[in-house]
């Protein structure tokens, strides 16, 4: 922007600071402010009266949560809404009776309606302070707009420019390009969310295949909304072909584990390992997934937390889907029995109170098998089924556990269980005329039903 530019501008500017100057001169200008000020005092005292009848009428809307965020947006500036009203109608009355030509209450009305307008309309933008943000530059645009300095703004800007070899960059094209863009990528993540909020819904597609789409989806209209954002701006997107070699040798380098992440993402996806609502370990994790992420998966467990798991995790490390192939999934419990009990009768015992909790298939029953002849007991495995694991291992097996304790109880039968006994010897007189000494010998067993262990350990000095 050369001398000349700043100099015309600067000009105007003050051509227009004159004729404002000259406007306050005129003899009806306080009276015409003092009705904008007197209507302001209207609308609040208005709009204190009327206020908690229109809340208690608000609060019988049901079932329409955009007709209600838009009653409360309105409710919350209800002295402008009010003000609004006001100097409509005085605007009217004003062109009615032919008094002097001027434009301060038709200005004062414009802006008005334009900020209440806005602010409405702003709200269907979940985030508070991006609502405030959107607000504040668009009645800033038709505040200009409103004024006629709308083209001459423009204008300066244009002219503020920089050459970058063949293009020119204003300030301008650089605030067009950030509307454009911001417009363009929220209305493709509103699309985008729309649609996959559908897809959700298909019952005919996986889970997998759901997700996948949805994600595919977001990413392709995030995009081509910002493709198509550019190139409405003029920026020549041919220019961008060096930058994107250069951003993709820094997301090779710099980047490893989120674009590890990501394509390990797409990975999961597409070979269906898991999805959602499948139970999980993946390490000391137990849990079922809620959510699949571009990079990483959302695992809840039984205690209320959420893990956020690395996508990369289920690639490279030991997954255990629990309803990978079905929802049935078999538990073992282990246990010993003393060598004085009948197997048989065990067996028989272990399988009947294997089925007494409420969540083992009844269907499917247990099974019980003898596998070997402990150090002291007899050793058997329980195997049970379950239909429902996102309800939890550890507490049906426990179950389990105590319907075969009890079983094994009212049968008398025992469970062996290690036990040590310290027996202590005469004392003896030491040789080098010391004091006297004793020794202390330790046995091991295991409890049995007549008798103990008879073996004996080394025997200790003490």
Not at 247 to 271: A, E, M, R
Not at 326 to 353: C, L, M, Q
Request: proline letters at 4%; hydrophobic letters at 50%.
């Amino acid at each position: 922007m050369n001398e000349g530019e700043v100099r015309a501008f600067g000009r105007y500017l003050a051509g227009q600071f004159e004729n404002l100057l000259a406007y306050f001169r005129h003899p009806d200008s306080l009276l015409r402010i003092a009705i904008i000020v007197g209507a302001f005092f209207i609308a609040w005292l208005i709009a204190r009266l009327a206020g908690p009848a229109l809340e208690g009428e608000a609060r019988r809307i049901k079932g329409a949560p955009n007709l209600l965020r838009v009653v409360v947006a309105l409710l919350r500036r209800l002295r402008l809404a009010f003000f609004v009203l006001l100097m409509w109608g005085v605007t009217l009355i004003d062109r009615a009776s032919h008094g002097p030509v001027s434009q301060l209450f038709s200005v004062v009305f414009s802006l008005a309606l334009a900020y209440l307008v806005i602010a409405v309309a702003s709200r269907a933008l979940r985030n508070r302070l991006l609502a405030r943000t959107v607000t504040y530059i668009c009645w800033g645009i038709a505040a200009l707009s409103i004024l006629n300095l709308l083209d001459p703004v423009a204008g300066v800007l244009d002219q503020a420019a920089i050459n970058v070899g063949t293009s020119r960059i204003s300030a301008l094209l650089v605030l067009k390009a950030i509307a454009v863009v911001a417009v363009s990528l929220w209305i493709a993540n509103a699309l985008g969310r729309f649609l996959d909020n559908r897809i959700k819904r298909s019952e005919e597609l996986t889970p997998t295949l759901r997700v996948l789409i949805g994600k595919l989806l977001k990413i392709g209209l995030v995009v081509i909304g910002l493709a198509v954002a550019l190139a409405a701006v003029g920026v020549d997107l041919t220019a961008f072909t060096v930058l994107s070699g250069a951003v993709g040798v820094g997301l090779g380098f710099g980047l490893q584990k989120v674009v590890s992440n990501f394509i390990s993402g797409i990975i999961i996806l597409l070979d269906r390992s898991i999805k959602p609502g499948d139970t999980i370990t993946v390490g000391e994790t137990f849990g079922w997934i809620r959510e699949l992420h571009a990079r990483y998966v959302s695992v809840g467990t039984r205690d209320g937390k959420e893990y956020l798991i690395p996508n990369e995790d289920f690639i490279t490390e030991r997954v255990v889907n629990w309803s990978f192939a079905s929802d049935f999934v078999r538990i073992d419990v282990t246990f010993g029995v003393s060598y004085e009990s009948d197997p048989h009768e065990v067996i028989r015992i272990a399988k009947e109170a294997a089925v007494k909790p409420a969540r083992v298939l009844q269907e499917k029953g247990a099974v019980c098998w003898m596998t070997g002849f402990g150090e002291s007991s007899l050793d058997f495995i329980l195997r049970f089924w379950i239909k429902d694991p996102p309800a939890g291992i550890a507490n049906v097996k426990g179950e389990v556990l105590l319907a075969l304790w009890d079983a094994l109880k009212a049968n008398r039968i025992e469970i062996p269980y290690p036990h040590r006994e310290v027996v202590v010897r005469p004392a003896w007189p030491d040789p080098s005329g010391g004091p006297v000494g004793r020794t202390v010998e330790e046995t091991t067993g295991a409890a049995t039903v007549n008798g103990r262990s008879d073996d004996k350990g080394p025997p200790v000095r003490a």
